[in-house]
């Protein structure tokens, strides 16, 4: 596996392997189980694996955990190699945004909800990275996890609107045992909290649980996951809503595809997860 930690010398690798197929795992290392599910994807499907590892300071707001965020590079070469990663890209800040972006990106539409309202030019920044990666690397495929399905969504109208010649494809989230969903995050959690976390997936089941039995009025879904995180945790609510997928619209009646998606504070931690689900309530597993 090569370790490249310059856009330069990522840019001259790229030029010596094309015309070979590239399949892509951006992320922000820490790996867990998530990340390495991709890799794995990725390493069946394609003939050269490039992962990246980029805490991408653009996406974080000004409160956010941009300094604190977990980083382990020696674990995440090791992980990656293991995985049959063929290019880990690392590249510094630096690297990455030698003067200040004069060029900005913005998403609207499907920005305006869920993890877009609480935090503010998030992915206005992992739109911006995104493209920038993706010109630098030129996948044909690239891989991203189904828990930050907003993410997925908002990176397949970047795909479509400008024209990226990848495929898109989004694969399940991978949980502990007892549902918790993995991420980089969990680390801050108490144990206390680790437990009272797994009810966020436990909720989300009971609420696609009434779709499975025929409820189609999205209040009353959302009214069920609002009273088991309130009555199984300590945790404060950010948002629970039920939209269309991959639109991100509200709906008066659950007759599409559909995201129930919550994020939920603990102290200074917040974590996401959500299911997708068609009309009958059925999961969907893989897109694109
Ligand atoms: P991150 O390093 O958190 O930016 O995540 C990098 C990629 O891994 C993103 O596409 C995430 O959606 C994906 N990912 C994170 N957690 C999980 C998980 N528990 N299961 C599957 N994919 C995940």
């Known amino acids: 596996m090569k370790v490249i930690r310059s856009v330069k010398l990522m840019q001259q690798e790229i030029l010596a392997i094309t015309p070979k197929k590239i399949g892509y795992v951006p992320t922000m290392g820490f790996f867990h189980e998530g990340h ?48 049959g990663v063929d290019i880990l890209f690392m590249p510094s800040v630096e690297s990455m945004y030698p003067k200040e972006m004069s060029i900005s990106m913005s998403s ?57 010649p990848i495929t898109l494809v989004g694969l399940p989230t991978i949980r502990e045992a007892n549902g918790l969903a ?46 088991v995180i309130n009555t199984e945790t300590v945790g404060t609510v950010d948002y629970i809503e039920l939209l269309s997928y991959p639109e991100l619209q509200p709906l008066a009646d659950i007759n599409q595809q559909c995201i129930l998606a919550i994020a939920v504070h603990f102290n200074r931690t917040r974590l996401i997860d959500n299911l997708l689900f068609d009309s009958n309530g059925s999961i969907v597993k893989r897109l694109g």
């Open 36 to 83: 390495i599910s991709l890799i794995d994807t990725a390493r069946v499907e394609n003939e050269i694996v490039v992962a990246s590892i980029f805490v991408n300071p653009l996406q974080f707001g000004p409160n956010e955990d941009y300094d604190t965020y977990p980083r382990d590079e020696a674990k995440d070469i090791m992980l990656a190699e293991e995985s």
């Open 108 to 164: 609207s539409k499907q920005s305006a909800v869920l993890c877009g309202r609480s935090r503010t030019g998030h992915f206005d920044g992992v739109i911006t990275v995104l493209t920038k990666l993706f010109n630098i690397i030129q996948p044909s495929m690239v891989y991203f996890g189904m828990k930050d399905a907003q993410q997925f969504a908002i990176v397949d109208t970047l795909i479509t609107d400008l024209n990226f």
């Open 182 to 227: 993995r991420s980089s995050r969990n680390v801050y959690l108490t144990a206390d909290e680790t437990e009272e976390a797994t009810w966020l997936y436990k909720a989300l089941i009971a609420g696609n649980q009434l779709v499975v039995d025929g409820e189609t009025n999205p209040v009353i879904i959302i009214k069920e996951v609002l009273t």
